[in-house]
């Protein structure tokens, strides 16, 4: 997505006027209006801006009229979904699954309208020991499992439908792994049912940043990020326990960076973008609105993070092919039950990043090394 153009601006101006409640901006003349349609839909704002922009005497017709139909589109998906979503939750009840909503079902409540925060699949947090159960249960329903990538297991079915169920909220990606077992602990049952539970307001905001960060070290993000930080740092902060984020952001090496996002956020609503703000916008927003393909990573974020603490490369390097016990764990949950294949594990680990990766090995050493020289 290219940020410093007339498209991209009215872009962002239709979302900030709408999430402020403020007027519309006139759209400025010569718009490539298929560059615009297209932005819309990359970065996954189709509800919100066909909303605003509905019955605008300013914006052409076929440009309302695709809007629509992408909005008509979207309702309908999230409609089946939605149904869908009802009849997991029904066998997750029924199996005596404590479960707990994730990403987008939550954050979208905190929106002027739930509709205007689009979401591509429905993430749920559930206890490892029932994953047969699950895997069963939507094999048998005529998913597809795409991922049993460790922490999650991923289903996917025509024409729409995307269901991650997570064991454990992260698993390692270039040695960021934060442990997020936590949030069962501060997680309240919220009266729907006996077994969904709603993570509190502070985990959520620490759970939304660091996957804004684990996209960032993979090549970065798109704008509703930036929008969901200022819609939760604006509706939660005078209620936030901030001591307590405040450290959890330190234990996970990202309180810097969450800094540099609330200013970038809290700028970017404010009209108050400075050649700084752009360039972390470019560099975030390259990519589209999720990237996760480690040949366009950002590893050098990591590395420099791990300095704070570390000046080593050697350490650096020893701990991202023998990493703690618990990265272990969320990238191989068999280990919760059979504790004594740790060796086997590491060994395999070893083995897979020596030859079945080597291409990204050495990247990672040449990211390591630039980023250790620019620092002496």
């Known amino acids: 997505m290219k940020i410093e153009c007339k498209e991209s601006y009215f872009f962002f101006d239709v979302i900030i006027a709408t999430i402020k409640g403020e007027p519309i901006p006139a759209p400025p003349e010569d718009m490539n209006w298929n560059l615009f349609l297209k932005t819309v839909l990359e970065q996954q704002f189709v509800s919100l801006i066909a909303s605003a922009l509905e019955n605008n005497s300013e914006i052409p017709t076929d440009v309302l009229d695709e809007l629509k139909k992408y909005k008509n589109n979207e309702f309908?998906?999230?409609?089946?979904?939605?149904?869908?979503?009802?009849?997991?939750?029904?066998?997750?009840?029924?199996?005596?699954?404590?479960?707990?909503?994730?990403?987008?079902?939550?954050?979208r409540t905190y929106y002027p309208k739930s509709s205007y925060r689009q979401m591509s699949d429905i993430d749920l947090l559930c206890d490892y020991a029932h994953h047969n159960t699950i895997c069963e249960y939507m094999l048998n329903r005529g998913y597809t499992q795409v991922s049993d990538g460790g922490n999650t297991d991923d289903f996917t079915k025509d024409p729409?439908?995307?269901?991650?169920?997570?064991?454990?909220?992260?698993?390692?990606?270039?040695?960021?792994?934060?442990?997020?077992?936590?949030?069962?602990?501060?997680?309240?049952?919220?009266?729907?049912?006996?077994?969904e539970y709603d993570m509190s307001p502070e985990d959520v905001y620490l759970h939304s940043i660091a996957h804004m960060y684990k996209h960032f070290i993979l090549g970065g993000f798109g704008i509703k990020f930036i929008v969901d930080n200022y819609i939760l740092v604006t509706a939660n902060e005078s209620s936030w326990n901030r001591k307590y984020i405040d450290k959890k952001l330190a234990e996970m090496k990202i309180f810097d960076f969450e800094r540099q996002v609330v200013k970038a956020s809290f700028d970017f609503f404010d009209h108050n973008l400075d050649k700084k703000q752009s360039e972390f916008f470019q560099k975030a927003f390259r990519y589209g609105t999720f990237c996760n393909d480690e040949d366009k990573s950002n590893v050098e974020e990591?590395?420099?993070?791990?300095?704070?603490?570390?000046?080593?490369?050697?350490?650096?390097?020893?701990?991202?092919?023998?990493?703690?016990?618990?990265?272990?764990?969320?990238?191989?949950?068999?280990?919760?039950?059979?504790?004594?294949?740790?060796?086997?594990?590491?060994?395999?680990?070893?083995?897979?990043?020596?030859?079945?990766?080597?291409?990204?090995?050495?990247?990672?050493?040449?990211?390591?090394?630039?980023?250790?020289?620019?620092?002496?």
């Open 76 to 107: 309908k998906r999230i409609l089946f979904v939605q149904n869908e979503f009802n009849e997991i939750k029904d066998m997750l009840i029924s199996n005596g699954i404590r479960y707990m909503p994730l990403k987008g079902s939550i954050i």
């Open 160 to 195: 729409y439908y995307t269901f991650e169920f997570h064991h454990d909220l992260f698993k390692d990606v270039y040695g960021f792994c934060p442990d997020f077992s936590f949030v069962w602990d501060n997680a309240k049952l919220n009266g729907v049912n006996d077994y």
């Open 302 to 376: 990591i590395f420099n993070n791990y300095q704070k603490d570390n000046n080593s490369v050697f350490k650096y390097v020893f701990l991202r092919i023998f990493p703690p016990k618990y990265r272990i764990k969320s990238m191989y949950p068999i280990l919760n039950e059979k504790p004594y294949l740790y060796p086997w594990f590491y060994i395999k680990r070893l083995f897979v990043k020596i030859f079945k990766g080597p291409k990204k090995v050495f990247r990672e050493l040449n990211y390591i090394f630039k980023a250790k020289k620019n620092k002496e």
